[in-house]
Nanobody, 116 residues
Framework: QVHVVESGGGLVQPGGSLRLSCAASGSISSISTMAWYRQAPGKERESIAS???????KYADSVKGRFTIFRDNAKNTVHLQMNSLKPEDTAVYYCRADTIWNRIYWGQGTQVTASS
């Protein structure tokens, strides 16, 4: 069993920055990949960044060059550094943990709003 909790969302002006955090607990050693998804009103949830246990990262084209996913292994936490935020980045951001047993765990989500 894995439990993930997001934090760090909020309101920011366009062009600003935010850092989201996802703290994992439970069967940490079973986690193979952690990822960030987002869901804007009226839209489907989309994958925006992921990082494997081996440190391989992937990004959606819409955030490439602006967002960075990285891990703090000592704290079992994955961060999403978001720079140059745009109004279209406004969404609820979710953390997801995939395990080696093909189980998927989601956090409760955190709201990010880029607006003036």
């Amino acid at each position: 069993q894995v439990h993930v909790v997001e934090s760090g969302g909020g309101l920011v002006q366009p062009g600003g920055s935010l850092r989201l955090s996802c703290a994992a607990s439970g069967s940490i050693s079973s986690i193979s990949t952690m990822a960030w998804y987002r869901q804007a009103p009226g839209k489907e949830r989309e994958s925006i960044a992921s990082i494997t246990r081996g440190g391989i990262t992937k990004y959606a084209d819409s955030v490439k060059g602006r967002f960075t996913i990285f891990r703090d292994n000592a704290k079992n936490t994955v961060h999403l550094q978001m720079n140059s935020l745009k109004p279209e980045d406004t969404a609820v951001y979710y953390c997801r943990a995939d395990t080696i047993w093909n189980r998927i765990y989601w956090g409760q989500g955190t709201q990010v709003t880029a607006s003036s």
